[in-house]
Each structure stands twice: as structure tokens, then as C-alpha cells.
């Protein structure tokens, strides 16, 4: 008997803050307890708000108890995005998201289509410039010399686009 004494007491010093927020004593069977634990006032105070704490309390009794965790802070995200968005809450940020990967989903095609203009246009003034000088590099004009896996390097000891590279068509 003393073992229940002593959780019961545990219960009673500190409340889920789902029976803290509505002022009662929280029991040993809650169905908050394992869900809003006293350091999280906010989760509860706002799943409370928008969905209310009789609602919530016979929505986690009928899903099952694997699926609560997953249930509470579904209910909890929507919760937030519906106080800060009322109108389209979750909804409202998915749809900014969804603009923004299409938004960039052009700038990389835009982009991959620039590189792919490049290197072919690379690719065809390398392979029409005329006679070949000296090994594998081809004559780009005076003092350019073209390596087709490297930058291009001038006679008078630079690369020809004035930077730096790895070697690799990268610039450091």
C-alpha cells in the first residue's frame, strides 16, 4: 500500500500540463500525463485552444496507444500553425513550402541549362579550333592554349580567365 501512496504523491506533485492548465488533479489513468508532461505549459496550452481539451481527451481515446505520441504532436503542429496562420495553419505553410521548392526547381533547370550551354559550347570550340598544339591541348587563339579537363592557361604563364582553379573547372 505504501508503493501506491508514493506514486500517487508523484502525481500530485507535479501535474501534466494538460490537469495544471485546467486546474485539477491529475490521476494516475490521465490521458494527458504521458503526452504533456509539466515542462511543455505551451504544447497543451495550445492544443487546448484551438481544439479543446474534451475533444482531444476522447480523440486519444479512440486511436490506439502506439499511435497517441504520433496523435498528440500532429495535434500540437497544427495547433501552432493554426495561431499563427487561423485561416490555413499547416495547410498555409506547406503552400508557401511547395512555392519555394517549385521556385528553385527553376533555378536549378535554369542553372543546369546555363552549364549544359556551356560545356558544350566548350565543347565545340575545343573540337572545331582548328590544328592541335603540342599534345592533347587545342590552339585557342594568341597565347590560349585549351585542355579539355582543365582551365585555360595563356602562354604568358596564367589561367586565361584571370582566376584561380583546382584544375577542375573550379574556381577557389
Not at 6 to 25: E, G, I, M, Q, V
Request: glycine content about 10%; charged content about 20%.
Amino acid at each position: 500500500m505504501a508503493s501506491s501512496s508514493s506514486s500517487s504523491s508523484s502525481y500530485s506533485t507535479s501535474p501534466c500540463a494538460a490537469c495544471k492548465f485546467l486546474r485539477r488533479k491529475c490521476q494516475p489513468e490521465c490521458i494527458f500525463a504521458p503526452y504533456f508532461p509539466p515542462e511543455e505549459p505551451q504544447k497543451f496550452a495550445s492544443v487546448h485552444k484551438i481544439f479543446g481539451a474534451s475533444n482531444v481527451s476522447k480523440l486519444l481515446h479512440e486511436v490506439l496507444p502506439h499511435q497517441r505520441e504520433d496523435t498528440v504532436n500532429s495535434l500540437a503542429y497544427e495547433a501552432e500553425a493554426r495561431l499563427k496562420d487561423p485561416v490555413y495553419g499547416c495547410v498555409g505553410a506547406i503552400s508557401v513550402l511547395q512555392r519555394q521548392v517549385i521556385r528553385l526547381q527553376k533555378e536549378l533547370d535554369a542553372t543546369n541549362a546555363d552549364l549544359i550551354r556551356h560545356t558544350t559550347r566548350r565543347r565545340i570550340n575545343g573540337n572545331n579550333s582548328g590544328h592541335r598544339s603540342g599534345g592533347e591541348g587545342y590552339d585557342q587563339g594568341p597565347g590560349i592554349i585549351y585542355y579539355p579537363n582543365y582551365h585555360q592557361w595563356n602562354c604568358n604563364g596564367g589561367f586565361g580567365d584571370g582566376h584561380q582553379g583546382d584544375g577542375e573547372g573550379n574556381n577557389m
